[in-house]
């Protein structure tokens, strides 16, 4: 069976831009998650999706968003660029609603916003 | 509201030795515990979970954690380490209770391991 795949893996921005990040899950899994990975803020949930639905929303503004379509994909998107946005962007698939069940997670998209 | 804190930001072992992992959490419920691994440029892959089931848990790669309720801790064990064991290794708390019924995942700052040959 597949695994999580992220597209692209390495991203160059400038900022001000917005950016789409996207994200396949694992067949057959419906929740998809959304992480940022910093040095100085670790691994921070940015908001998960389950069945085209937002069920939970981290501490980001609203400059951070997503959405996921009927075949589980899932894309995130954040405008306006920022200095601090450059991270490694984490996307995990889970069969059910995370919580409980495992995630399996992609390589990521490392972000640089110059 | 939950947390979890990893007591070591590096451990440094020799390859051969015993390795611990230390992760102490805060939840006011009866949480979800894991323990991920991190390879350089490599997404996180799943050690072992516990959900209220036997407080000894077993992973993958020869890990495994203990759930100790009146410690709070879930520290993650491995009884003779190899060089492929060289990561970093992150402890997560869910609990829906804690997150007014959703479960939203906190991770832990993350335990570099170092094994030496």
């Known amino acids: 069976k597949a695994g999580v795949t992220q597209t692209p893996r390495y991203l160059i921005k400038t900022r001000g831009q917005q950016v789409t990040l996207s994200c396949s899950p694992i067949?057959?899994?419906?929740?998809v998650s959304w992480y940022q990975q910093t040095p100085g803020q670790g691994l921070q949930f940015l908001f998960e999706y389950f069945s085209e639905t937002q069920r939970n929303k981290g501490n980001f503004p609203g400059r951070f968003s997503g959405r996921q379509f009927s075949n589980s994909r899932s894309e995130m998107n954040v405008s306006t660029l920022e200095l601090g946005d450059s991270a490694l962007y984490l996307c995990a698939s889970s069969l059910r609603a995370s919580g409980g069940y495992e995630q399996y997670f992609g390589p990521g998209t490392r972000l640089t916003v110059t | 509201a939950q947390s979890v804190t990893q007591l070591d930001s590096h451990v440094s072992v020799s390859e051969g030795t015993p390795v611990l992992l230390r992760c102490n959490y805060s939840?006011?419920?009866?949480?979800?515990l894991f323990w991920y691994v991190q390879h350089p440029n490599k997404g996180l892959q799943l050690l072992l979970k516990?959900?209220?089931?036997?407080?000894l848990v077993k992973g993958i790669n020869g890990f495994e954690a203990e759930f100790k309720k009146s410690e709070t801790s879930f520290h993650l064990t491995k009884p003779s380490a190899h060089m492929s064991d060289a990561a970093e290794y992150f402890c997560?708390?869910?609990?829906?209770?804690?997150?007014?019924?959703?479960?939203?995942?906190?991770f832990g700052r993350g335990t570099s391991l170092i094994v030496h040959p």
């Open positions: 516990y959900t209220s089931a036997a407080t």
């Open positions: 939840s006011s419920y009866s949480p979800s």
């Open positions: 067949s057959g899994h419906r929740s």
């Open positions: 997560v708390v869910s609990d829906s209770r804690a997150s007014g019924g959703s479960y939203i995942p906190t």
